[in-house]
């Protein structure tokens, strides 16, 4: 009961602090703007393209699943003052769109990078007709757009470094072009038959259809539902079929989920082996490699690659 008065309360504190919102200009601290991100993998891309041009705040750290993540108490103070707030959309921050869409109709500028893709090009849900998978991220060709796209809302919105967020886009792009290659080529070393990804959620589809991987999920393009008996048991019957050699985690889901099917298939006689913990929903721990989107990418490529071969 005191938990529900608190959300209650919490609610109030953020409708009331957003009202203020709408009624202020643009909240500039040193003279740069606010620009608050929500997954880490948004935050390394802005923070790629403005530098230090802007005020950056990233609500989703390392391990933070966004299909379940709900505004804390230190998000409303960081939302009320951001000038700009960069999130995923297509239901990706599944518990946040509210809140957007609430600042949205108060003028606050709430940016979709989804809204960077042609939506007839997106992996639809098998689950929720109309609704699109996500996972847009690990389609590099799509954050390549995302690139384009944040320069150019950037530029519009502080348009006296127009030409800096241009120049550093146009350094990330060529990264990405770089990271793209790279990727082909360690995926060359591993014989096609092999190219089956099994994981604790859906999100490698994109991954999949770019660089020809069956994938698999244990549980459906969002982790609000989890997995049941029959999903094990189905999954388990298909890496036997397939002879597939390992299974992954995930940094943003609990590990019991694939544990319950490594269990499953082994107790068929197959062996199975957990081949590593993949990014995939969140980036690892700030200031490590696989803290950025290029390291995390390559990393999972490594790892996957490794276990499979
Ligand atoms: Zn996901």
């Not at 921050?93 to 709430?110: A, D, P, R, S, Y």
Request: aromatic share 10%.
């Amino acid at each position: 009961m005191k938990l529900h008065i608190l959300k209650a309360y919490t609610f109030l504190i953020l409708t009331s602090l957003l009202f203020l919102n709408c009624k202020g200009d643009a909240k500039k601290d040193n003279g740069k703007l606010n620009i608050v991100t929500t997954t880490s993998m948004i935050t390394d891309l802005v923070h790629n393209i403005a530098g230090d041009a802007i005020n950056l705040q990233g609500l989703m750290g390392s391990g933070v699943d966004p299909h379940l993540y709900k505004a804390s108490e230190g998000d409303v103070s960081k939302l009320a003052n951001a000038d700009i707030i960069f999130y995923n959309g297509i239901h990706l921050e599944g518990k946040l769109v509210e809140v957007f869409e609430k600042m949205q109709h108060q003028n606050i500028n709430t940016i979709a990078i989804a809204n960077a893709i042609d939506h007839n090009t997106l992996i639809s849900s098998s689950f929720f007709p109309g609704n699109y998978d996500p996972h847009i991220w690990f389609n590099i060709d799509y954050w390549q757009q995302a690139t384009q796209f944040i320069v150019e809302e950037l530029s519009e919105a502080i348009p006296e470094h127009k030409a800096t967020f241009q120049a550093n886009g146009a350094i990330y792009a060529s990264k990405l072009n770089t990271l793209k290659a790279n990727i082909i080529s360690i995926i060359e070393t591993l014989p096609e038959e092999k190219r089956i990804l099994v994981t604790a959620h859906d999100a490698f589809s994109y991954f999949g259809r770019a660089f020809g991987f069956e994938v698999v999920g244990l549980q459906g393009l969002s982790t609000a539902t989890e997995a049941g008996v029959q999903d094990v048991q189905r999954l388990a019957a298909f890496i036997i079929e397939k002879d597939v050699k390992a299974i992954f985690v995930e940094s943003s889901v609990p590990k019991r989920t694939i544990e319950a099917l490594e269990a499953a298939v082994n107790s068929k006689g197959h062996k199975v082996t957990i081949g590593g913990t993949l990014y995939s929903d969140a980036l690892g721990n700030a200031g490590t490699v696989e803290g950025t989107y290029i390291g995390m990418f390559e990393y999972n490529v490594n790892t996957i690659v490794n276990a499979l071969k």
